[in-house]
């Protein structure tokens, strides 16, 4: 009755337009759950998409290909270190606009004390070794050396292991995930999680292909055929940021094999809900399945899903249509590829903080966290062949690649955190993910939570990998 009792109150509060606006809602509603109702009852057995092959080595693919696994170690040299350096030492830097903060990008003021810090403070040596800490491997897969970190928990003889695939995303890299490795691995009243980190090809130290096409379904390929080279018949899932599609697409392929995915980013098909929840969301949100919270990180709409992203996906346009051409500024010159990085961890954190000189990123970061990240793309010079993977994504219109078209039915966690790019309510989440068994907002955090809130984002994969077991 008080449901009732508010949406008459809210109803006859509104001017005649918005109530003429909402029956014709009503009415296409009902007309849409028809249609909708009938569609659900053709779907009679659970899609999933071809795995397919392919070849994205040099030259011609071989009769065999080997399938070992080998020990692999991050290094660096004098050498190496002596030519960042006098590259550094040759940048030259543009004043900034008075009190533009990172509205135009990267502050130049604060930049020079970042790279200042790099050049006279950074160890990256140190850093090297502390990358080390965890066993590195490569094995060869379709053509291509796929690196991967491989942690087991400590052993305890009443806890279960869990395997666990974490997948990253761009401009982030396995690093991303040092922080939450020993949340995940430690025992968690009675489940550790067995880790395995690989790095996207294209990234950091997987080889980058050879031939066009590689997106994320080869990717998704490649870390199914990563597993189950591991001896992984079932597995766990978790990504975010590219990862959220890569392991979304594995979970598409084998579904047989992912007992649970957990994501931190979700994208939702555009379609009549999504559209109705739009226009009634602010007015009756319970009528289209919105919470107070969906809500207050919605909208605004326009401001919030428009207008914001138009401001923040230049990026995205120039790495989609030709990647080459700005990444070669970004190979040759260290200081230009750490400003186009950070810049990113700067924003994607809270999009405040484009007020800021600084940018806010040493509130949630460690400089040395911020630039070793940077440092595996400059050593690798992988940051053109991590840009290409926008390109082949976008070749053609993601809606309509079959996995866009296709559900996820493994059970599913969603971690939302309230400064992710773009929201996704829950109950839009549930039009691709059929089978959501926990939903989480999050109470801080952006686009980067394993490193900026490990914490958080461990305890949501436990409890979900809980649920999952029934523990």
């Not at 509060?13 to 007309?31: K, M």
């Not at 897969?141 to 087991?152: A, K, M, N």
């Not at 968690?188 to 050879?210: D, R, T």
């Amino acid at each position: 009755m008080q449901r009732l009792q508010l949406l008459k109150d809210t109803f006859f509060g509104l001017d005649v337009a918005q109530q003429q606006l909402l029956i014709g809602c009503a009415v296409a509603a009902a007309a849409a759950g028809g249609i909708l109702t009938y569609a659900m009852q053709r779907r009679s057995k659970v899609r999933t998409i071809p795995v397919g092959d392919g070849w994205w080595g040099a030259g011609e693919k071989p009769l065999l290909e080997d399938q070992k696994i080998y020990p692999f170690t991050v290094e660096t040299s004098d050498e190496e270190i002596e030519d960042l350096h006098e590259r550094i030492d040759k940048t030259r830097f543009t004043d900034p606009l008075e009190d533009s903060g990172f509205q135009y990008g990267f502050n130049s003021t604060y930049l020079k004390k970042v790279v200042s810090y790099w050049r006279n403070t950074f160890d990256w040596k140190k850093q090297v070794a502390m990358l080390n800490k965890y066993p590195h491997f490569k094995t060869k897969i379709e053509g291509l050396d796929v690196h991967f970190i491989h942690v087991r928990p400590l052993q305890n003889g009443d806890q279960r292991a869990l395997p666990l695939m974490l997948v990253h995303g761009w401009p982030g890299s396995f690093y991303e995930f040092y922080k939450i490795l020993p949340l995940l691995t430690q025992n968690q009243n009675g489940i550790a999680f067995e880790v395995v980190i690989p790095s996207i090809p294209g990234y950091g130290f997987s080889e980058a292909p050879h031939k066009k096409g590689f997106n994320s379904l080869a990717a998704a390929r490649i870390f199914l055929t990563l597993m189950e080279r591991l001896g992984f018949s079932q597995f766990y899932l978790q990504g975010g940021d590219w990862g959220s599609l890569i392991t979304t697409n594995m979970a598409q392929m084998r579904p047989d094999c992912v007992k649970g995915l957990h994501l931190n980013m979700c994208m939702s098909n555009r379609g009549f809900k999504v559209l109705l929840s739009i226009i009634i969301g602010p007015y009756l949100p319970f009528l289209v399945g919105l919470s107070q919270e969906d809500v207050r990180r919605l909208f605004p709409f326009f401001q919030k899903n428009v207008w914001e992203m138009l401001q923040e996906s230049g990026y995205l346009h120039i790495q989609a249509t030709k990647p080459d051409t700005a990444g070669r500024g970004l190979n040759d010159s260290p200081v230009s590829l750490a400003a186009y990085i950070l810049e990113k961890f700067s924003t994607w954190t809270h999009m405040k903080n484009r007020d800021l000189e600084d940018g806010g990123l040493e509130r949630k970061f460690s400089l040395d966290d911020l630039l070793t990240n940077v440092m595996i793309y400059w050593t690798t010079g992988s940051i053109i062949s991590s840009m290409r993977f926008y390109k082949e994504n976008f070749s053609s219109n993601p809606n309509n690649r079959i996995d866009a078209r296709t559900g996820i039915f493994v059970p599913t966690g969603l971690a939302a955190f309230p400064q992710e790019l773009m929201h996704c309510p829950k109950s839009w989440a549930q039009i691709r993910y059929q089978n959501i068994v926990s939903y989480t907002f999050m109470p801080r955090g952006g686009h980067f939570p394993a490193l900026e809130e490990p914490r958080l984002l461990a305890n949501d994969v436990i409890q979900f990998a809980k649920t999952v077991e029934n523990l």
